[in-house]
């Protein structure tokens, strides 16, 4: 059974950067296409970013942090980051990291396995 565990999230100044990282059990995470997403109070969840290495490493993200962060992967480790930078006080929400075992990143019912998610607070 894969279980995926967040850490790094936190209170962070508008401006600042965090890192979060996702490490995986039960499975190698080069084997799935690996998802954030986030979810703030009373909203539904939304995808933040993705990576999959099959047919060849490729990285995508959504529009509002395009630019700001970077999503990576440690094979060592078997952990995946969310390198965060220039955060603004949107981007507070909890974050979750997923794993696919399809080729599909959206909708979020794809995603197999989830983990219980990180808090990212950004001060305004």
């Known amino acids: 059974q894969v279980q995926l565990v967040e850490s790094g999230g936190g209170l962070v100044q508008n401006g600042g950067s965090l890192r979060l990282s996702c490490a995986v059990s039960?499975?190698?995470?080069?084997?799935?296409?690996m998802g954030w997403f986030r979810q703030a109070p009373g909203k539904e969840r939304e995808f933040v970013s993705a990576?999959?290495?099959?047919?060849?490493?490729?990285?995508y993200y959504a529009d509002s942090v395009k630019g700001r962060f970077t999503i990576s992967g440690d094979n060592a480790k078997n952990t995946v980051y969310l390198q965060m930078n220039s955060l603004k006080f949107e981007d507070t929400a909890v974050y979750y990291c997923?794993?696919?075992?399809?080729?599909?990143?959206?909708?979020?019912?794809?995603?197999?396995?989830w983990g219980q998610g990180t808090q990212v607070t950004v001060s305004s």
């Open positions: 997923a794993a696919s075992s399809s080729a599909g990143l959206w909708p979020p019912r794809t995603y197999n396995y």
């Open positions: 990576i999959r290495w099959s047919g060849g490493r490729r990285t």
């Open positions: 039960g499975g190698t995470f080069s084997s799935y296409v």
